[in-house]
């Protein structure tokens, strides 16, 4: 980097290495990755008493580090020392377990030491024969996971009775499977309709409920569907702000009634705002009749569906991973259902309670008040770089998510923060209190 | 994994842990990370002495490792057990210094440490705060990025003045780059041509060489440009298979005279198949008669450009380390060249020869004659696991591509590969001489 430290020494040192210039020499690889690893159990002990949030201000590190490209390498233990006092007091941490916000960052020992194996090798699997073993353990491992999640046959490259129909690929995120999905259906209904190369595109058509990450929403631009036909369901309390089979019917029939072709359903298995599920089989069920696709974005909530099913055959660890931490998010809204000063806005499906400082009137200055509210404990509890929490609008109200499940969680941290939102909620409320006395006197 | 093992001591340990699951245990960090080192640095030590390409049949993996999935984890070290016996008998080495095929894998110590920890933080910088110091890093690198391609002020975020109107983000791989960028040239086309949403699309058109890596007529399609408008422009081996600006201004002219709208041309700089490097600045000239956008794909020839300009900022390594690689390529040209056997085929650029054997006989047997000995050297050379190379087609010829680079190899791997070349193809020349003679009798 920049850097920080230009101690004489160190850099004599290295530069006399530098003509016989190794990058990739062993001992180099072990040395520095000791010290990495080191770096990294220091890590994982202190994380929990770092402020989550960092107190830093944007632009930070730009001032501590130069605007010119530096002109040589630094050694590795420079690098090292910016890392410490440059990076890590400029990070969030996604680790911590006190991090509440979006969704929990799961990570394992093994997950870590694997990811390093594989940088290592750093080969690239674009066809079999560049990574034999990696191809092979791609395909075996979504035939495992077709199994776990129980999927038809038809899903699996290789049945018990040889090569199968189906097969699948890990893709690097839940947006390039929509996109990968949209461009799929999108040449298939162009076929279906006869279009001449893409000129019936302006006619095809593509749904999701609003609650639908809004990556799917940029995806479909990517894919270019007109943005005219892209439609965003609303959903409401009646259905838990899941997508409505019957709404998603009307308007579907209306399109292809005005001459549109219906061409793409996204129903989600946990919603990132809310958790809501799609009534997949039903939504499925309403597409067919247009012949449209559908996608299903289980990004979160899809391992949790391993569980069920499984009992008997999953008496592994994962399962009471998964259940640990739905356990954790049931004692947080415990929590909150027995304090009248909150209340749970949606019903909890899986790990993520969405909850809000309560209106004390149901009438519109009742329902500012309770958003500002929510939001000043929002505000404060992260500040407090004691926990992390994010917030979502769901039927039009703020409200504050506590997403419970990242991998060095237990339920102290869970009954820590809600003391802090107990003890923050009281300060408000005084704080206001004394606003409006001032006032009238 | 599957798996191969079933040691029941060490289950049994396991199993005891199980209730008390704590997948990211500080100790178990480091224990298994130190476990991975191990691996890593023997894999280094020893990457040299394996077979480049593995001879495993396609389907072996999938015969050591159970079909279903496991229903219990494994200890760490059976997993790293079966990764030394199944994983990598079954890999292609990318890092082995015999390897000369595609482009080289290149990697150091430093970049694999740093890579560690950033899995081990496991963050998401989708907003400044959710990482403020990975945010903040990536503006400071691409805006040295910029100074050491010396591009103008325009591409910074930051200048001196404060400020900057540029900027850039770190794409994973070329293929997104250009997919972000076709996206945008075509929006920008759109609104330019007064489309009523996208109806405009079947207008667009889109334009490369022949010789353009395929990726970027896959991303045509996904951005959903009409096939029918994808211009691939011929090249030939007067412009040594760069492309030539003035067939592109007449497809180009072709286009908007018959009410089409070119909106993008792509240029490289180091082609995929033999390092061509398209006129950047003369195909811009012709783009811009257009208002055409023009992507600049130098994902492999890069880096080499910051060499020239830079002679006096960069007395560093890395400068060092591109212009070994191009005097070994170098190297190995002139061996080429001192073979009457064998011909370079197209000018070398940077670090990749495109050769082949010679044809006996400018016709069309000879032509046939040389394919066939070419084909069958790779085939023999990658056969032995000391050597490994792809090959291309570059003006209907079957050609071999010699891309030097990767981090290990110096110049005895690039030496040894010439004499196992030369050996080889003196066999296959005495085997088609016997063949020959045989028929005779």
């Known amino acids: 980097m920049g850097s920080l430290d230009t ?7 290295f530069a006399a290495d530098v003509e016989a210039f190794q990058p990739l020499n062993a001992d180099d690889v072990r040395s520095y990755l000791h010290k990495a690893v080191d770096f990294v159990y220091d890590y994982y002990k202190s994380v929990e008493s770092l402020p989550v949030l960092p107190g830093v201000e944007p ?44 969704f929990p960052a799961t990570n394992s020992a093994a997950a870590i030491a694997g990811e390093l194996i594989a940088s290592a090798m750093n080969t690239v699997g674009f066809t079999w024969q560049a990574a034999p073993a990696a191809t092979e ?34 893709l690097g995120t839940t947006s390039e499977a929509m996109l990968v999905t949209l461009v799929s259906a999108r040449d298939a209904a162009l076929r279906r309709s006869g279009s001449n190369g893409v000129a019936g595109l302006t006619r095809l058509a593509v749904y999701a409920a609003d ?38 019917l009307e308007v579907m029939q209306a399109d292809a009634d005005a001459g549109l072709v219906p061409t793409y359903v996204c129903a989600t298995v946990g919603t990132t705002s809310s958790n809501a599920v799609d009534p997949v089989g039903a939504v499925a069920d309403v597409a067919a009749r247009f012949n449209a696709w559908v996608h299903v974005d289980a990004a979160y909530a899809g391992s949790a569906c391993i569980c069920p099913e499984f009992r008997h055959h999953l008496d592994g660890v994962e399962r009471e991973h998964i259940r640990s931490d739905v ?48 939001r000043e404990l929002m505000e404060r509890l992260n500040k407090t770089g004691r926990a992390y929490l994010a917030h979502t609008v769901i039927g039009g109200r703020f409200v504050l998510r506590f997403a419970v ?17 107990k003890k923050t909620t009281t300060e408000i409320v005084a704080g206001a209190e004394e606003d409006k006395t001032r006032k009238k006197v």
């Open 211 to 248: 609650q639908t990450r809004s990556t799917f929403f940029k995806a479909c631009r990517l894919a270019g569907f007109d943005p005219a036909n892209i439609r965003s369901i609303p959903t409401g309390a009646e259905t838990d702000y899941a997508l409505d089979p019957a709404k998603l």
């Open 327 to 374: 356990a954790m998010a049931k004692t947080f809204e415990d929590l909150v259902r027995g304090d009248d000063r909150f209340e749970v806005v949606v019903p909890r499906n899986f790990a993520l309670v969405c909850f809000r400082v309560r209106p004390r009137k149901p009438d519109t200055a009742g329902e500012a008040e309770a958003e500002k509210a929510s």
């Open 59 to 102: 632009g930070y590190l730009l001032r501590l580090l130069q605007s010119a490209p530096p002109s040589s390498s630094a050694p590795f233990d420079i690098a090292m020392k910016e890392l410490r006092e440059a990076v890590v007091p400029g990070m969030t941490h996604w680790a911590s377990p006190n991090f509440f916000a979006f």
């Open 405 to 421: 499940g990242s991998s060095l969680q237990e339920e102290r941290h869970v009954r820590s923060a809600w003391e802090l939102i």
């Open 7 to 13: 101690n004489p020494a160190a850099y004599a040192a």
């Open 137 to 170: 353990l791609e395909v075996l491992a979504l035939d495992w996971l077709a199994q776990l999640l129980r999927l038809p046959a038809s899903f699996m490259n290789r049945t018990a009775g040889g090569r199968g129909t189906g097969g699948g690929v890990i």
